[in-house]
């Protein structure tokens, strides 16, 4: 069934998804998770916010519509720019293929956008800057990272029981007093808090180093600048040890 253009020209932030849903009928598909809300259909384009709304709507020619805040699709540049003498240009990737992408707030919570290519409006948008939408989960995980994995913590075992997969407190192994992480403060020992089995595919350094540790320096919730102490300074050298604030991070072999 093709898209009706009449029912979606209308479209403007704020209005519902039902309203959307009836105007796109059999068309309508639901955006998946990794989409954040938007949804694109031949000339049309929206973002749902978290709320079932519309955050943004956006067309592009040929789409024929009305005028938006005087706006029309053909209209020559010149005229835009006297309409809205204030418009702003942005910054966007379509530039590289002979795009000028402009916007100018018209309220607190609705921005127009215009799209200008070979010197005509090719493309209008309106958004509502205050709008929040759904995230796709772990959004900023590395794509390389296929597999996730539920972490329990269980009773407390004696050393020798310890599980392969990991354990909190104790001393790992593969690390002995002369490597024991210090403070970057006072020198004295840092407390382990757990180690975790790394599966493959998270050991960045290589496939000898299969497990990480977390210490913590309990004197300090932000330590305070200091020099090196003087024990332990081959110690804070380790190419494989990570700091932040009162945490350290140590990674390990399966020496």
């Known amino acids: 069934m093709p898209i009706d253009n009449a029912r979606l020209a209308p479209m403007r932030p704020g209005v519902s998804l039902d309203e959307l849903k009836s105007a796109l009928g059999t068309s309508w598909k639901e955006p998946s998770v990794q989409a954040e809300g938007h949804l694109h259909i031949e000339e049309f384009g929206t973002r749902i916010a978290a709320d079932g709304r519309l955050g943004g709507v956006h067309f592009r020619a040929p789409f024929e519509l009305p005028p938006i805040h005087g706006v029309r699709m053909g209209m020559p540049a010149e005229e835009l720019y006297r309409l809205y003498p204030s418009v702003e240009r942005i910054s966007d990737e379509r530039e590289k293929y002979g795009w000028t992408m402009l916007e100018t707030n018209l309220s607190d919570t609705l921005t127009l956008g215009v799209g ?39 009773d407390p075992v004696d050393l020798a029981r310890r599980p392969d997969s990991g354990w909190c407190y104790g001393r790992p192994p ?40 977390l210490f913590v320096d309990e004197q300090w919730e932000t330590p305070p600048a200091s020099g090196n102490v003087g024990t332990g300074g081959a110690r804070r050298a380790d190419p494989r040890r990570s700091t932040w604030n009162a945490w350290t991070t140590t990674t ?3 020496g």
């Not at 970057?184 to 540790?213: C, W």
């Open 252 to 254: 390990f072999s399966s």
């Open 174 to 213: 593969g690390i002995d007093a002369s490597r024991w992480p210090v403070s970057t403060t006072n020198g004295m020992p840092l407390r382990h808090a757990f180690t975790v089995k790394l599966p493959p595919q998270y050991r960045t350094l290589g496939d000898e180093y299969v497990a990480i540790s």
């Open 116 to 154: 200008i290519r070979e010197d005509v409006v090719r493309i209008i948008s309106l958004t509502d800057p205050t709008a929040v939408y759904p995230e796709r989960p772990y959004k900023y995980a590395d794509p390389s990272l296929t597999e996730a994995y539920d972490l329990t913590m269980t």
